[in-house]
């Protein structure tokens, strides 16, 4: 073995090993019980970043333990064609030639962007590779498929038929520089300072006025009323009237909606249904005009009179001035407030008036919120299930058209007879007239539509293939809270309508991976950590165990490099441990399962006792998807008892030709399993060290799961280890010579065998006799643990006079512990508004003062 731990040597040998040799595929565990996950497919034009890496490191962990568990176990791969992220892409090459989209033609525009996908869209694919993602490859899928393209036009068709998906003018999301419709997630919300503008608008009758506030003027333009509350005491007599709107001179009438909110601004608000989604439905309610004043590229239209043309945030000021001239401004306030922004451009975003297609949601929510409901489906951890159902309940039908080149194109068709056709196979005349020459709608879907149906168009459908009738539904969903309105809800949906049962039956929520100071990453504020130049500096395996050591299901993750280091020692540590039992305590050829000793020694059955109920308890939180809980468990038992503990009992051993045989089977079957249960999370420096570990005839990646069987553990350990400890932290407090001999006097309660002796003095380095209870006991520091009293003779170890002060020192500072802990605690602000686990901590904190002040005492009165 290489005498260091080099990651970046072990991780470029193992990953064309495994692929060569079939592991990620089902097919490995022919006769496996299937268990199946699909990936979030990540967009084509992605790199991998810190979200990605937490949530392909939760994935690999789930499916490299059920493969090892012997199921058919399937992690299914594939990509995201991202509509309007690819666009811009290739759009931005173009203009880097001089070109537009539209100089190349909707045709030639669509071939550069396949031959785009072709030279550049395997980058993340081959950033999974690095990773360690252990995906089937052979069944990679792309949303852009044929299969998933002919799928997609089929769901659409059959929505359409079945009176669901429909044609209206209804408030989007418009980005005036991409041109396009966006989903809610593709605008992201950042505060702008903002003004909120008091507007006054005269009643037409000459008695008075009524004034509005707004944070955009120039919308004025298009306003065709004012809505006030009903219950409004304020506007009671206000209700019914008409006043005139100032520089447009137009009549508009006042009504009453219960959408309007008492604490905005007046309390009553200007309606401009073109521009605004609320104002919108006050204008269906009561039959207002719609007049549209910003057009799709963010300038003011002829509609909005001398301002026409004007860019919509000159127009802001422009109207501003000319409203004070009329004396129409009552005041303008600072107004602090969030303004959507294109995700892709930055650009502002503005709620517009179009023509689109959408799906109706009602008739497809029900058996989606039954199934969560019924504890068909559940949420982990299972208060998402609350955002869940709130969002179910209040949907809003759902704008799928966007204004781009690249997607599924919307399979309609329109005659000039004014007939609309929509079909699976592409019409040649009009069913209605029989003209020939229809004009395909222009849009495409919305990416997340293609995404929506994932689960089980992936495996085939709408034909019933293999993999369809094994592996959906899939078992388990991981994803970020952030995306389970915009696709996880979606996926429920479309897949209880179309093929009649869950998508997943597990929906795993994890948080989101922040800078350390819990702040969003952003390339922006230049706080991005970047997974690839962290695999670079570290190795994928210490990435992918301090994320998942962090990951506490469902909470945001403030990661820290410090973390990633502190796994890479772990790594070093793992990699020294396995050297010294194969190159100098001669463990070798473990068998790849079972191999335990059937009648173990006491240092051999402690830890083989504790391999079991690690093991145990480790399965039961895996199980319950609390990984960060399981693998901070097996760290410390790996580190805290094999490595420092057994470890060092085993090297007495190693000298009898008598115990050194059991000892060394016992040694590797320990590291053995620790190696099987570790290589869902760090599956590459496992792999490399079983190789040298095992007969090198299997792969540990598709090696069975360790199932250690129960074993008496002495009664004895307990009171070794904690005597050992404290000969350890006296010699270190005393700072006495390693090469000195410790004398130790032990008093039982009953007797102790003789293995207990010889592992005492030789982990404690030190002389442990039997004997009877010192009198007087002053003079000598006394350790006790599970009916065992150990005596240690300060003469001639320790300067009595040096002691004395330095262990009066230390009480008055634990004195001075207890007291602020104790005042902490007393504090009824504290208690009842602190997180409990931050009391829990206090109270801990406490015992542990306590303790030790008594600890400290007793020694003081024992020197006399």
């Not at 931005?92 to 962007?113: A, C, P, S, Y």
């Not at 079909?423 to 069913?431: G, L, N, R």
């Not at 307990?718 to 270190?732: D, K, M, P, W």
Request: glycine fraction near 6%; charge should be negative.
């Amino acid at each position: 073995m290489n005498p260091t731990y080099q990651p970046h040597e072990v991780e470029a040998r193992w990953y064309d090993v495994w692929e060569t040799a079939g592991a990620f595929k089902p097919e490995a565990n022919p006769d496996g019980e299937p268990f199946s996950i699909v990936i979030p497919p990540p967009n084509v034009t992605g790199v991998l970043h810190m979200g990605h890496a937490l949530d392909h490191s939760i994935q690999d962990v789930i499916i490299r333990r059920k493969r090892m568990q012997g199921y058919a176990a399937l992690w299914l791969p594939g990509t995201d064609h991202a509509g309007i992220a690819t666009q811009n892409v290739v759009e931005r090459e173009l203009r880097e030639e001089g070109l537009t989209r539209h100089d190349l033609g909707r045709d030639r525009f669509i071939e550069q962007v396949w031959q785009w996908k072709a030279r550049s869209g395997d980058r993340i694919t081959k950033q999974m590779r690095r990773l360690g993602d252990s995906v089937d490859w052979s069944r990679e899928r792309f949303t852009f498929d044929e299969g998933l393209s002919d799928a997609v036009r089929m769901v659409f068709v059959r929505l359409y038929e079945d009176g669901l998906i429909y044609r209206a003018n209804r408030i989007i999301n418009w980005c005036p520089r991409c041109h396009t419709a966006l989903s809610e997630i593709e605008v992201e919300h950042e505060d702008d300072p903002g003004e909120l503008t008091y507007i006054k608008y005269p009643f037409t009758d000459g008695d008075g006025h009524i004034t509005v506030a707004t944070t955009r003027p120039e919308t004025m333009l298009g306003d065709t009323g004012v809505a006030v509350h009903p219950d409004d005491e304020r506007y009671k007599d206000a209700i019914g009237r008409t006043v005139r709107l100032p520089l447009m001179d137009r009549d508009i009438p006042v009504v009453a909606d219960e959408g309007v909110e008492f604490e905005f601004g007046t309390g009553a608000v200007k309606v401009t249904p073109a521009h605004d989604p609320l104002d919108f439905e006050i204008g269906e309610r009561h039959g207002l005009e719609t007049i549209t004043v910003i057009d799709g590229t963010a300038a003011i239209t002829q509609e909005g009179g001398e301002f026409a043309g004007m860019d919509r945030f000159e127009a802001r000021e422009a109207v501003r001035q000319r409203l004070r001239e009329v004396g129409a401004i009552e005041k303008i306030e600072e107004h602090p407030h969030s303004v959507g922004h294109c995700s892709r451009c930055g650009t502002v975003v503005e709620p517009l008036l179009s023509l689109q297609w959408f799906v109706q949601v009602d008739d497809l929510v029900g058996p989606a919120i039954d199934a969560v409901r019924d504890g068909d489906v559940r949420f982990v951890p299972k208060r998402w299930e609350k955002s869940y159902f709130h969002w179910m309940e209040n949907l809003q039908d759902w704008c799928i058209s966007r204004q781009l080149w690249w997607g599924h194109r919307i399979p309609a068709w329109y005659c000039d007879c004014g007939e609309t056709i929509v079909a699976e196979e592409d019409p040649t005349e009009c069913p209605e007239c029989g003209a020939e020459g229809l004009r395909q709608d222009d849009d495409v879907l919305d990416t997340w539509f293609s995404s929506a149906l994932w689960p089980f168009t992936t495996m085939g459908w709408p034909k019933e293939t293999d993999d369809l009738a094994r592996f959906y539904p899939t078992n388990t969903l991981v994803t970020g809270f952030d995306i389970i309105f915009f696709w996880v809800a979606r996926m429920m949906k479309m897949a209880y309508r179309f093929t009649d049962q869950k998508p997943f039956t597990d929906i795993v929520i994890h948080g989101m991976v922040r800078d350390e100071a819990g702040a969003k990453m952003s390339k922006s504020t230049g706080n991005a950590l970047d997974p690839l130049d962290l695999i670079d500096e570290y190795g994928a395996d210490s990435v992918r165990l301090a994320l998942i050591q962090a990951a506490a299901p469902g909470h945001d993750i403030p990661l820290n490099t410090d973390w990633i280091d502190a796994s890479r020692r772990f790594g070093n540590k793992l990699w020294n441990a396995m050297r010294f039992a194969v190159e100098f305590m001669e463990v070798s050829d473990v068998p790849p399962s079972g191999g335990y000793p059937e009648a173990p020694v006491a240092e051999d059955a402690w830890i083989l006792s504790r391999l079991h109920e690690v093991t145990t308890e480790f399965d039961s939180l895996l199980d319950a998807y609390r990984l960060s809980d399981a693998y901070g468990l097996l760290y410390n038992f790996a580190w805290s008892e094999v490595f420092d503990w057994y470890l060092e009992m085993a090297k007495p051993l190693s000298d009898d030709p008598e115990r050194a045989p059991a000892m060394r089977q016992t040694l590797g079957v320990v590291l053995r399993d620790i190696l099987k249960l570790f290589h869902p999370a760090i599956p590459f420096v496992t792999e490399e060290l079983w190789s040298h570990l095992g007969d090198g005839q299997e792969l540990l990646i598709t090696s069975a799961w360790p199932e250690p069987p129960a074993c008496a553990c002495p009664p004895e350990i307990g009171s070794l280890t904690e005597i050992v400890s404290g000969v350890r932290q006296f010699r270190s407090q005393h700072q006495i010579a390693r090469l000195a001999e410790v004398p130790v006097l032990v008093v039982a309660d009953a007797d102790l065998p003789e293995w207990w002796y010889r592992q005492v003095a030789s982990l404690g380095n030190c002389a442990p006799v039997a004997s009877s209870r010192p009198d007087p006991v002053t003079g000598h520091t006394r350790l006790s643990a599970d009916g065992v009293e150990a005596f240690i003779p300060l003469t001639g170890l320790v300067d009595l006079d040096a002691e004395r002060p330095r262990l009066e020192k230390a009480i008055a500072e634990l004195e001075s512990s207890v007291a602020r802990s104790e005042a902490k605690l007393a504090n009824e602000n504290f208690t009842a508004l602190a997180p409990e686990d931050v009391v829990a901590t206090e109270r801990e904190r406490l015992d542990e003062y306590r303790n030790e002040l008594a600890k400290q005492r007793r020694q003081l009165e024992e020197l006399g």
